[in-house]
């Protein structure tokens, strides 16, 4: 029987680690994944987790370790954030093209100079291209669910990628909920035989050489590129029909739905629409359930999937409003908008759908996006609705004023 | 119809080189080896010891057929090629089979030829070339009581010695004014004259035989000195030519033997001659010229084999150094190249040790600071290195006087130093 | 495949002229000790004082066997030696004539030629020297016990003539054999197309580029994984110094403190040679390379090269071993330990890998660079296993060549004034006493417990 217990996000990640059994675990201690690492660890020395525990050196050597693994045939879980994530890039960068289905959890972070240990999504955001499939989690619950999924997902012939399963640092990994813990069998029974090197192996049995140099000025080696470039894309384009379909073989088992792609809140009637992502949105479904109340025709999309970007997913939802105010938690330094923002108007031109949409930022270094913040984002989001132009983005905590009362300690 | 890959005919030293230097490369192409003899492959040269029983027949092959399964060798025994027809690949057997090749080797050796002397022909008399010969002298040997040889080649000599320990009297006669003229001067041939002489052993030189008569299972050799001499048994050992008479035909060039270039290739697409048949250059002078001696059969069959089978390690032939080794009665000779080159003039510097009581002698011939030729009895000397020092044409000018004074050490590490 | 037999090496620079290998020899064939009877005849240069030997060579396409018409001669294929049947031989002294080394010569007191028998298989001249100018090399043990087994690189790589890392792949995968996952990071090694190019690969067994920086992470995933599913499956990287000491050397040092199953092989060429030259945290003080030029201010690399091979002595590493493949044997005896060792941890080996086109010597003296490297000090060959604590010299240098004896053959050098010369010579002195510090007679033990 699934048993209920309450907990932070960092040991919902765990737990969902737990139930999905991989063969081997790496950890590399960082705020605030730290107790990521160690409900891991706990969890291998309880005999819970019944995998390789590869306590290593740093983060480089964290996902090196799992990709080689993974080119044996193992299941794998690590989940690092920030200064880790960044430092792991190189290989962090490799593991799609290779096709592992690796999943990390990232617990987000904003990222240094100056010198911050505290939530935000600038790391994750920043490696947006790298090839991963990004998803967001709204709640513990969700993080514990996504991470099952994420291995379904990752290991689907069809798609054949690492899965990112961020949550928010501090507001996730240290909040505590309720979360229920689904039954061992079930899980299993989800998730089916692991597939993880059935397409490159390092076996004796099945000797091959895995990524010789492929390239050079013309001719069969830069076409292979090519080939090698396009499956990954292809295998990118997979996941949403996969991810989707993963979401309702999760319904099945668990009896908790989640919106694979993206969410639609209050959408129905609306005017305009505020775009969230991440636990952000419930502190935005707040403040849309006040406006309401008070009269706007204001809706919410929720981002869940980033990569693969939910394009189509979108176009139902654009159609409903004529404006949108979106708030990222980090920040696109060469266009001086938000990550999220800026997708969203890759989007519209794709979609022929050209609304006014205004770019907040907010919730950097740690700092919560309040119900109040929210306000502000759907009053600005309507000023746009009626007309007026914003060139620059809102920077929702520039003007928060007292020290400590809206931080939240390390 | 037999088709081979490479066809060697022979299968003595030549024969054999050829075929290890073919293996080396090509372990799958079919190799048939032919030979006139009924036996499996032996060397002409063992034969005098068979005759004196110092070894027994059964004891003298080179490849037993074990050898010769090992190496996947078609060995035909008893089969003597008649003809060769080039432009069909093919030769025609004296069974009237006819072979098949891609590549042949022709090593068909010499055979001793007769002098024209009256009577030599009807008389019963013996050659030695052949085992059969060889054994067939042996069991003559074993009741005859007196011999007559004709010819103090090496051949000639051995067989008397190896008679003469067999228990028969030996009278030698030579038309030439010493023994073994072709390697040994007059003061080495003078000392294995003497030796022989000890030995019992009647040497004639300088004697021409005028006719030869038989009856009653004696000859009797008559001189142009006047002189006769009698014995049961009469060998004739005064020459042998290249065995290549079924070449008729064939449009191969041929001279004294069978005419190579440095690579054993004849006139003729896809044949190769090596050994004792072959006529290929000579080291001195260059000129082309059968140059018959054991250790020269077996470089030129190597060298044959290698060319046939495309082995890219291939040196060609540097040309043919007259050699040979001698064992007399417990005594050792040796000569490398021109030992006559001492009454040559010119750049010629000769240095000499003739110790006629000891039966030692040691002559070392120089041109231009170089050793052209180096011949010994009972010296100890190494053959093999003085044979090299000649071949690589190795200048001696730094170290000529401590060359002279002690050879043998000198020519050890001149080895050491250069090839070694 | 054919054979490969052990032959008699002779250092003249060590023979004294003693002739006890002489007289050995002749008290072993014929009970007395008259020289007559000794197959081995040293010479000695009167004017120069020098030593030389003539002794038969057990060649291996003899000239003397086919010159033999009585078929006394033959090469025994089991043990290579060049035999004499003297119940065949007819003393016609033909061999003697067709033998060019002076191996096979007459003995005028038993009117018989003799040669070398190699006293079956345990030469007494050997023996008898006591200045170690005669020694039985059985390098060719290497060649038969490993020669059967199949050559897992192939043939037609596009290494640089003379390339050092394509000897070293060709005997260690001949030895470690296909039940094996390699693994080289960019460098050289992949650069000839060892882990392939444009879909094809060049070896025969697993083969991958890790990231120059996590080869051994990447191998200590693999490693784990077939550990977990019961599956003895060999980890072997082969990386550069740049992807070991420089950007590799923290995962490298993870994986050796946590005692990751692998035999990791650090193929030193002093340098980014894979690049264009480039200098590397063990290229040596002096060197040239493109990023160390010398020019009217710079003089080469003006830092000492790091001591990778005593670093990884202080990592929990179960062997640590430098090697250099002059010394085949050695390195052989080292994989051996190394397969071993690495069943429990980490074995290191640190390959000292001249390169021509780098370093700027001739492809040819790849070889003879090696044995100065090691014959200077500037490379010593030691070994290091967990147990002993300590470290062996596996090829002691007693009277070292002054370094200038190695530096003079490569071109990276050539720039180097006295001084500079100077300071590597104290430099290799000093090394060499740092490692003795480790020795069994040292007064140092690496004791891994004690970090």
């Keep these: ?410 | 119809m037999s088709h081979s890959n490479y066809l060697i005919i022979g299968s003595s030293h030549a024969a054999l080189s050829a075929l290890e230097a073919i293996r080396i490369q090509d372990t799958e192409g079919s190799i048939t080896l032919v030979t006139q003899e009924d036996t499996l492959p032996y060397s002409p040269t063992i034969l005098p010891y068979v005759i004196s029983g110092q070894i027994d027949p059964e004891q003298i092959f080179l490849r037993d057929a074990e050898a010769l399964d090992r190496h996947r060798v078609t060995f035909k025994k008893g089969a003597r090629v008649v003809a060769v027809d080039p432009a069909n690949h093919s030769v025609s057997m004296d069974s009237g089979e006819t072979l098949k090749y891609e590549k042949m080797l022709l090593a068909t050796g010499a055979e001793p030829t007769l002098p024209p002397i009256p009577g030599v022909k009807d008389a019963s008399c013996h050659v030695l070339r052949t085992l059969g010969d060889a054994v067939r002298l042996q069991s003559i040997a074993q009741k005859a009581k007196s011999a007559i040889i004709l010819g103090a080649g090496l051949i000639g000599m051995h067989a008397a010695e190896n008679l003469a320990k067999a228990g028969v009297q030996i009278a030698i006669v030579e038309a030439l004014p010493r023994v073994l003229p072709g390697y040994f001067d007059e003061q080495a041939a003078g000392l294995v004259q003497q030796v022989f002489t000890e030995h019992g052993i009647k040497i004639l030189t300088g004697s021409t035989v005028t006719h030869v008569t038989a009856s009653n299972g004696t000859c009797t050799v008559s001189l142009e000195s006047g002189g006769e001499l009698s014995g049961d048994l009469l060998l004739v050992a005064t020459g042998v030519r290249a065995r290549m008479d079924y070449l008729a035909g064939s449009g191969i060039d041929i001279g004294e033997g069978i005419v190579v270039d440095d690579t054993m290739r004849t006139s003729s697409r896809d044949i190769w001659a090596a050994g004792d048949v072959a006529e290929a250059r000579s080291f001195f002078g260059g000129k082309k010229r059968v140059n018959a001696n054991l250790p020269n059969a077996v470089e030129q069959g190597r060298i044959a084999g290698m060319d046939m089978v495309g082995d890219s390690a291939l040196k060609p032939f540097t040309g043919g150094i007259a050699r040979n080794a001698y064992h007399f009665f417990g005594h050792r000779a040796f000569s490398v190249g021109l030992v006559g080159r001492a009454e040559s003039a010119g750049g010629i510097e000769v240095d000499q040790v003739f110790l006629p009581s000891s039966v030692q002698y040691q002559k070392m011939v120089f041109e231009d600071d170089r050793l052209v030729a180096v011949s010994g009895v009972n010296t100890m000397l190494d053959p093999g290195i003085m044979y090299e020092l000649v071949r690589q044409r190795v200048d001696l000018s730094e170290v000529k006087a401590r060359f002279a004074a002690g050879p043998l050490q000198m020519g050890r590490i001149l080895m050491s130093k250069i090839w070694g | 495949m054919g054979k490969s037999y052990p032959t008699i090496a002779f250092y003249p620079d060590r023979c004294d002229g003693c002739n006890q290998c002489v007289e050995a020899c002749a008290e072993f064939h014929s009970g007395t000790r008259n020289p007559a009877h000794s197959r081995i005849k040293v010479s000695q240069d009167g004017e120069e004082g020098a030593f030389f030997l003539a002794l038969c060579r057990q060649c291996g396409e003899p000239r003397c066997v086919p010159s033999c018409p009585a078929g006394a001669l033959k090469k025994d294929i089991d043990t290579g030696v060049v035999s004499l049947d003297e119940s065949k031989c007819v003393s016609c002294q033909l061999c003697t004539l067709a033998c060019p080394y002076g191996g096979i010569t007459y003995n005028p007191i038993t009117h018989q030629v003799m040669k070398c028998d190699f006293c079956d298989g345990d030469p007494v001249c050997v023996k008898a020297c006591p200045r170690g100018a005669l020694e039985l090399k059985t390098g060719s043990d290497i060649y038969n016990g490993w020669g059967d087994l199949e050559d897992l690189f192939v043939p037609g790589i596009s290494a640089c003539q003379g390339c050092n890392s394509e000897l070293l792949i060709r005997h260690t995968l001949r030895r470690i054999g296909p039940n094996t996952v390699v693994a080289t990071p960019p460098g050289c090694i992949p650069g000839v197309g060892a882990v392939g190019f444009n879909g094809v690969t060049a070896t025969k067994t697993p083969i991958f580029h890790p990231l120059l920086t996590n080869t051994a992470a990447m191998l200590a995933g693999i490693r784990r994984y077939y550990n977990r599913i019961g599956r003895d499956v060999t980890m072997l990287a082969f990386a550069g110094d740049g992807g070991t000491a420089d950007v590799g050397f923290q995962s490298l040092s993870g994986a050796a403190e946590r005692g990751e199953q692998m035999i990791y092989i650090c193929v030193d060429n002093e340098g980014y040679m894979n690049t264009g030259v480039q200098r590397s945290s063990t290229t040596p003080y002096g060197a040239w390379t493109s990023t160390t030029p010398v020019g009217t201010v710079l003089r080469g690399k003006s830092r000492d090269a790091k001591p990778m091979a005593l670093l990884m002595v202080m990592h929990n590493c179960e062997y640590v071993a430098t090697a250099c493949m002059t010394f085949m044997e050695d390195y052989y005896a080292k994989l051996e330990k190394a397969v071993e060792a690495a069943k429990r941890g980490m074995a290191y080996i640190h390959v000292f890998s001249p390169c021509p086109t780098g370093w700027r010597f001739p492809p040819s003296k790849l070889i003879e660079v090696g044995r100065k490297a090691v014959e200077t000090n500037m490379v010593p060959l030691w070994e290091y296993e967990a147990e002993a604590r300590c470290i062996d010299f596996t090829h002691p240098v007693e009277d070292p060549l002054p370094v200038k004896a190695y530096l003079s053959l490569i071109g990276k050098y050539n720039h180097l004034d006295e001084e500079q010369v100077a300071h590597i010579q104290r430099k290799t002195d000093e090394r060499i006493e740092t490692l003795k510090k480790f020795t069994r007679e040292g007064d140092v033990k690496p004791i891994q417990d004690a970090a």
């Design chain 1, 1 to 410: 029987m699934a048993r209920t217990i309450v907990c932070d996000g960092n040991e919902a990640a765990a737990w969902g680690v737990a139930l999905s059994r991989p063969d081997m675990v790496a950890v590399y201690p960082i705020t605030p994944q730290s107790s990521l690492a160690e409900y891991i660890s706990q969890f291998v020395a309880d005999g819970i987790i019944q995998a390789d525990l590869m306590d290593v050196e740093g983060e480089h050597s964290v996902l090196s370790v799992l990709q080689g693994a993974c080119l044996a045939g193992a299941r794998t879980f690590t989940a690092t954030c920030g200064q880790g994530l960044a430092f792991m890039f190189e290989p962090y960068f490799r593991t799609p093209p290779l096709r592992l289905p690796i999943v990390m959890s990232i617990v987000t972070r904003d990222g240094i100079t100056p010198q911050c240990v505290w939530g935000g999504q600038q790391d994750a955001m920043t490696v947006r291209e790298a090839g991963w499939v990004h998803m967001y989690c709204e709640n513990n619950q969700e993080i514990l669910d996504t991470v099952i999924m994420a291995y379904r997902i990752a290991e689907h012939r069809d798609v054949m990628l690492p899965v990112n399963v961020n949550h928010d640092g501090n507001y996730l990994s240290y909040g505590v909920e309720k979360v229920e813990i689904p039954d061992q069998e079930e899980v299993d029974a989800f998730l089916g035989e692991k597939n993880t090197n059935w397409h490159a192996a390092l076996d004796p049995d099945r000797p091959m050489g895995v990524d010789p140099l492929t390239g050079g000025a013309g001719g069969l080696g830069p076409a292979l590129f090519v080939r090698y470039r396009k499956g990954l894309c292809k295998g990118m384009q997979n996941a949403l029909g996969v991810i989707t379909e993963v979401h309702k073989e999760w319904e099945k088992t668990s009896g908790r739905s989640y919106a694979p792609l993206i969410e639609e809140y209050r959408l129905e009637d609306a005017d305009y629409a505020i775009m969230t992502i991440g636990s952000m949105t419930g502190a935005g479904k707040d403040a849309v359930d006040a406006a309401r109340e008070a009269g706007e025709r204001i809706g919410l999309v929720k981002i869940k999937t980033f990569r693969p970007f939910p394009l189509q997913a979108l176009r139902e939802a654009l159609r409903k409003v004529k404006a949108v105010g979106v708030v990222d938690r980090s920040v696109s330094f060469g266009w001086n908008f938000g990550p999220v923002y800026q997708e969203l108007l890759s989007a519209m031109y794709f979609l022929n759908r050209h609304i006014p949409a205004v770019s907040f930022i907010g919730g950097l270094a740690g700092a919560d996006i309040t119900v109040d913040h929210f306000n502000r984002v759907i009053e600005t989001t309507a000023m746009a609705l009626h007309g007026e132009v914003f060139s620059e983005p809102v920077w929702l905590n520039e003007n928060d004023q007292s020290p400590g009362s809206d931080r939240v300690s390390q």
